[in-house]
């Protein structure tokens, strides 16, 4: 069976730090663009953090720049998001998500696996 699950979400208090993992099985992510999206209560998914299949272009939202850092080992066919200065505003829950090419990509739609979400809650 084809999946990604994630974990690592929590609840942690504003300034604290979380960092999310996203295992895949029955697929080899290392030809793949990763990202990282969210979805806060109730508003719609938006992205957070994609990285190209080697690591070597990375792109963020920008309100998680410089606080969120996106990374992968193709060797563990894991990718990682580290959530530092977490705000009330990260409350959401994280997804991550295959990308059907190579580079990286902003839209859901260049994304064609998607893991079933893990909730991160940050309290003030």
């Known amino acids: 069976q084809v999946q990604l699950v994630e974990s690592g979400g929590g609840a942690v208090q504003a300034g604290g730090s979380l960092r999310l993992s996203c295992a895949a099985s029955?697929?080899?992510?290392?030809?793949?663009?990763m990202g990282w999206f969210r979805q806060p209560p109730g508003k719609e998914r938006e992205f957070v953090a994609a990285?190209?299949?080697?690591?070597?272009?990375?792109n963020y939202a920008d309100p998680v720049k410089g606080r969120f850092t996106i990374s992968r080992d193709n060797a563990k066919n894991t990718v990682y998001l580290q959530m530092n200065s977490l705000k009330s505003e990260d409350t959401a829950v994280y997804f991550c998500?295959?990308?059907?090419?190579?580079?990286?990509?902003?839209?859901?739609?260049?994304?064609?696996?998607w893991g079933q979400g893990t909730q991160v809650t940050v309290s003030s």
């Open positions: 998500a295959a990308g059907r090419g190579y580079y990286t990509a902003q839209n859901a739609e260049s994304y064609d696996l």
């Open positions: 990285i190209a299949w080697n690591g070597g272009i990375k």
């Open positions: 029955g697929r080899t992510l290392s030809s793949s663009a």
